[in-house]
């Protein structure tokens, strides 16, 4: 066998610290005070989630713009449908199992939080025979005679 010393160790490569280790900030005030160059930069918006900039001619923009919404269906009619339906002596849940709808959706249109639907809207006015949309609401609703 050969002679080998078990006692010395040769280090072929020592490993540079990783990027994490190099980019803390212990390591940069070593190198720092070895008088190695150490060069900073900032990234713009790192680790951040914006995409955009927002400028103040945005934010004056954003102010001046309409604000978009949705129509509601107005109380007036929430009203007719409420006195139609307890006319007839129905409940919303009635009312909403007869034409075949959800009761929130009754109860959204009685208290004007519901975004107008024709289909629903017609289906309620054939359900109580009051007129819920056009000029004269509240009045009967006039059976459609067909035309031959």
Same mark, same amino acid.
């Given at each position: ?10 280090? %072929?490569?020592?490993?540079? /610290? ?18 190695? +160059? ?22 004056? %923009?954003?102010?001046?713009? +309409? ?6 269906? /107005? ?64 009045? /009967?609703? +006039? /059976? ?5």
């Amino acid at each position: 066998m050969a002679e080998s010393d078990w006692d010395t160790v040769t280090v %072929l490569r020592k490993k540079g /610290p990783t990027a994490a280790q190099a980019k803390s900030k212990q390591a940069i005030t070593t190198a720092q005070r070895r008088g190695e +160059e150490v060069q900073t930069s900032k990234k713009w918006a790192a680790g951040q989630n914006k995409q955009h900039l927002v400028t103040k001619n945005t934010a004056k %923009l954003d102010r001046e713009t +309409e604000e978009l919404h949705h129509d509601r269906v /107005p109380l007036e009619v929430g009203k007719v449908i409420q006195q139609g339906r307890q006319e007839k002596g129905l409940t919303q849940k009635d009312l909403a199992t007869k034409i075949n709808e959800k009761p929130q959706i009754i109860a959204d249109y009685e208290c004007g939080r519901a975004i107008p639907n024709n289909q629903v809207m017609g289906k309620i006015e054939r359900a109580i025979g009051l007129k819920l949309r056009g000029k004269d609401i509240g009045q /009967p609703l +006039e /059976p459609k005679t067909k035309k031959k």
